[in-house]
């Protein structure tokens, strides 16, 4: 079954840029939508965006400026950067698979074991 | 922008019936879905499309969706169930989570 892995700094500067990749296994990137959603420490889930398999996007728009979701269909990998970042986006960074009804429903399966990304000097 | 609702706990007993919910505006007009966290794991997909369960989920999982309110329904609750649960919704291209239910099974 398809398995994701996320991979990437787990300390970032305040203002500097944060970058993660996650890796896709046991199945094709292509076809798919794929996204990335975080989790402040105590704190409940929020979507940072998704990216289909032909590159289109959609960004949460409280972070909209900040956000890039990138896919690279050759290595079967996406990737999340999100510049400018704060003590605020210090949070375990979970990057899934998005399953669609058409255009009525979107829902994440399955889910990385997710990386911790903290934002400190 | 669109907002849900879930309690934040809920407690119920072995054996007994434990439901969550989830409100948020004309809901029953979305697809809902649910997630299971336990502590130190990634969330785990439950319920899809209101009422659908994923291969693997146990048949004591179920849900609904109608009006304001979506509602996950785990019949015979085992200890093991105890869990943070998650609705989520998708509005005008949005993804959106509620704030999540802590389930204690005591």
């Known amino acids: 079954q398809v398995q994701l892995q996320e991979s990437g700094p787990g300390l970032v500067k305040p203002s500097e840029t944060l970058s993660l990749t996650c890796t896709v296994s046991?199945?094709?990137?292509?076809?798919?939508?794929w996204g990335w959603i975080r989790q402040s420490p105590g704190k409940g889930l929020e979507c940072i965006g998704y990216i289909s398999d032909s590159g289109s996007t959609n960004y949460n728009p409280s972070l909209q400026s900040r956000v890039t979701i990138s896919v690279d269909t050759s290595k079967n990998q996406f990737s999340l950067k999100l510049s400018s970042v704060t003590a605020a986006d210090t949070a375990l960074y979970y990057c899934?698979?998005?399953?669609?009804?058409?255009?009525?429903?979107?829902?994440?399966?399955?889910w990385g074991q997710g990386t911790l990304v903290t934002v400190s000097s | 922008s669109y907002e849900l609702t879930q309690p934040p706990s809920v407690s119920v007993s072995p054996g007994q019936t434990a439901s969550i919910t989830c409100s948020g505006d004309k809901l029953g007009n979305k697809y809902a879905c649910w997630y299971q966290q336990k502590p130190g794991q990634s969330p785990v997909l439950v319920i899809y499309q209101d009422n659908n369960r994923p291969s693997g989920i146990p048949e004591r999982f179920s849900g609904s969706n109608s009006g304001n309110t979506a509602t996950l329904t785990i019949r015979g609750t085992q200890a093991v169930d105890e869990a943070d649960y998650y609705c989520q919704a998708w509005d005008s291209s949005t993804v959106v989570f509620g704030g999540g239910t802590k389930l204690t099974v005591l």
């Open positions: 046991g199945g094709s990137i292509s076809s798919y939508y």
């Open positions: 899934s698979r998005v399953l669609r009804a058409g255009n009525t429903g979107y829902w994440f399966d399955p």
